[in-house]
């Protein structure tokens, strides 16, 4: 846990709930994973190929999804080593088990695609659920289960990988948070991939990602906006969509769904977002990047040896940190912004 | 078939939402139902019956022939083949409902299993037999349940109302001779429900257990197959006190977060 003023101190998960004060409003993003990595064939060449879906342009779109493709092999290899897929062609069919694609254009790159789904929504729904699985990495080398990848408050199914921050949450403690006149809301983000195995597209993460925020999440923000009551972020998604939004609309955050395309980093001024629990991403990850926009590089730094010295575990099953934003900048920046 | 859902700027920003034209009180109308078991009995009368009051029906069955069969007869209803007994049909079961709806606002675990058949005294009641009824009188609405928590606790907090409810069985409260398996499960069904309900009243999500009656099914017929079944309730008339009771208590729903206290 780090305070307004960078100082660390080190607590059990369980002692997450005493970290809210009254009066706070936490929001999570309650978006269930897809099992997004799908396994098959390339009608043309007959190659054996792997497409992980990576974005679509909103949350109701059923058919079609831009994705990264992959050759011959599975997540057990280290994803910059995976086999190149064949040449891919607009037109060409991938046969997805019981699910038909077709390659709508490739997105300048040559793993880069948009694809459509043939056939129905339901039959749509059907395949992703029967044949997909969760996309993974190699530092978890057994075969995840889709509900390893469900947090417990998931919901819509549209993440593409884990809202892993949401891995801290249990029931008992939106139980507690509620008895206890904390307000815990929810936000619908489609968390997308966090690595592709090729630079050029790593560069370009975080994709655009497709959010919505329910009238009783906007109504929360807007009543601890007026009464200086703390928002905090349970993961960096949900930093993203208030953010976006509050830049659209100069600090408010009303209800509805859009399309986040910012990337936040040091320089970005949080205008909603008060403090963030996150897992302990890499340095150099877009959320990494995102953490810039709460501390200095400096307390990064010393955030890092700490998690070092006592070997916290990274990635989206490991550990997590409680960051505030740090003091100067809710000196110089954050003005009340109510409405006259 | 309808995949988009409402935007939330379409719902309106009272937690109570005003009862459409068509028939006052009834809150059916958009709402997001799954139900279980949808293909035979008391399920497919109640996938009928809720279409008919204006809800968006998702039902789950095990056979493939059923579940297409009920679909063409009833275009508007999303057909799900799941078996909810099993572990690994859960999350894609759940993803199709969520997926195909939007969302979820009232879940009816309807699918039952009977236990032997034909029914058995519990001496002579294999386990597995016993282990199958509960699998999926107990353990199906419990995964499912929870698989669904997150959708029905976002639909709460919109103000939508969440009910879940498990149906029951006399069976469960009095002691009849070879139901053991089946009214031992439907008896931990109907504990479950209670103190879920008592667990969950903070967030505005209702799990209830309702018992229809003996009813001229299928499934009654293959447990009793010498009934009088002019004794016995239609499914249809089951199918419409059960819808009264879910509308009576998405009506009722408390307001869950006083936003402006």
């Keep these: 846990m780090v305070d307004a003023r960078g100082n660390i101190k080190h607590h059990v998960r369980s002692e997450l709930a005493n970290l809210f004060r009254p009066g706070d409003v936490v929001v999570a993003n309650d978006a269930a994973t897809l099992p997004a990595s799908l396994s098959g064939r390339h009608g043309r060449t007959g190659r054996s190929i792997e497409v992980r879906l990576a974005a679509r342009a909103s949350l109701d779109e059923v058919s079609q999804f831009s994705a990264v493709v992959f050759g011959e092999g599975d997540f057990r290899t280290r994803t910059e080593s995976r086999a190149e897929p064949p040449t891919l062609n607009p037109g060409d069919q991938l046969e997805l088990g019981p699910l038909q694609a077709s390659v709508v254009r490739l997105l300048n790159h040559p793993r880069f695609i948009l694809m459509r789904f043939a056939g129905s929504s339901r039959e749509i729904w059907e395949g992703l659920a029967r044949h997909g699985r969760p996309i993974q990495y190699s530092h978890v080398p057994t075969p995840l289960a889709v509900w390893d990848t469900w947090t417990p408050i998931a919901g819509p199914p549209v993440a593409f990988e884990p809202p892993s921050a949401g891995f801290a949450l249990d029931w008992k403690m939106v139980a507690s948070m509620s008895a206890r006149k904390i307000r815990f809301g929810t936000i619908t983000h489609a968390a997308g991939l966090s690595s592709t195995g090729d630079p050029q597209l790593d560069a370009l993460l975080p994709f655009a990602e497709p959010y919505r925020i329910p009238r009783s999440t906007a109504s929360m923000i807007e009543h601890a906006q007026a009464s200086r009551g703390r928002i905090i972020a349970i993961g960096t998604t949900v930093v993203r969509a208030l953010e976006h939004t509050a830049a659209i609309f100069n600090g408010f955050v009303p209800p509805g769904e859009r399309l986040a395309t910012q990337r936040l980093g040091a320089s970005s001024r949080l205008r909603i977002v008060d403090a963030i629990l996150s897992g302990t991403h890499e340095r150099g990850s877009s959320h990494y990047e995102l953490l810039r926009s709460f501390v200095d590089d400096e307390t990064l730094n010393r955030i890092d040896q700490e998690l070092n010295a006592h070997h916290y575990r990274t990635h989206e099953f490991g550990d997590s940190v409680f960051l505030e934003k740090a003091d100067k900048q809710m000196q110089s920046a954050d003005q009340p912004s109510v409405a006259a | ?261």
Aim: proline share 7%; glycine share 10%; aromatic share 4%.
């Design chain 2, 1 to 261: 078939m309808k995949s988009n859902h409402e935007s939330t700027d379409s719902i309106p920003f009272s937690p109570v939402p005003a009862p459409p034209d068509r028939h006052p009180g009834n809150p059916f109308v958009g709402l997001r139902v799954a139900i279980t078991g949808g293909t035979s009995g008391l399920g497919l009368a109640l996938v009928r019956e809720l279409l008919n009051r204006g809800a968006r029906v998702a039902f789950v069955a095990r056979r493939r022939d059923r579940v297409e069969q009920v679909g063409h007869e009833l275009p508007d209803a999303h057909g799900i083949v799941g078996d909810v007994s099993r572990k690994e049909d859960i999350h894609p079961i759940t993803m199709q409902i969520v997926g195909g709806l939007g969302g979820l606002d009232v879940l009816i675990n309807n699918a039952s299993d009977l236990g032997p058949m034909p029914l058995k005294l519990l001496a002579d009641t294999e386990c597995e037999e016993f282990e199958r009824a509960v699998a999926t009188n107990v353990f199906g609405p419990f995964r499912l349940t929870k698989a669904l928590l997150g959708s029905l606790s976002a639909s709460a907090r919109e103000g939508r109302g969440a009910v879940v409810i498990n149906v029951s069985s006399d069976a469960a409260l009095n002691a009849y001779a070879r139901w053991g398996a089946y009214g031992a499960s439907k008896a931990a069904l109907l504990q479950l429900s209670r103190i879920w309900d008592e667990e969950l009243s903070h967030e505005g999500v209702r799990i209830l257990s309702i018992d229809p009656g003996d009813m001229d099914t299928p499934m009654h017929a293959a447990a009793v197959p010498d009934a009088d079944r002019s004794t016995l309730k239609p499914a249809e008339v089951a199918a419409c006190e059960l819808g009264d009771a879910v509308a009576a208590a998405l009506l009722r729903r408390p307001i869950v977060q006083e936003v402006f206290a």
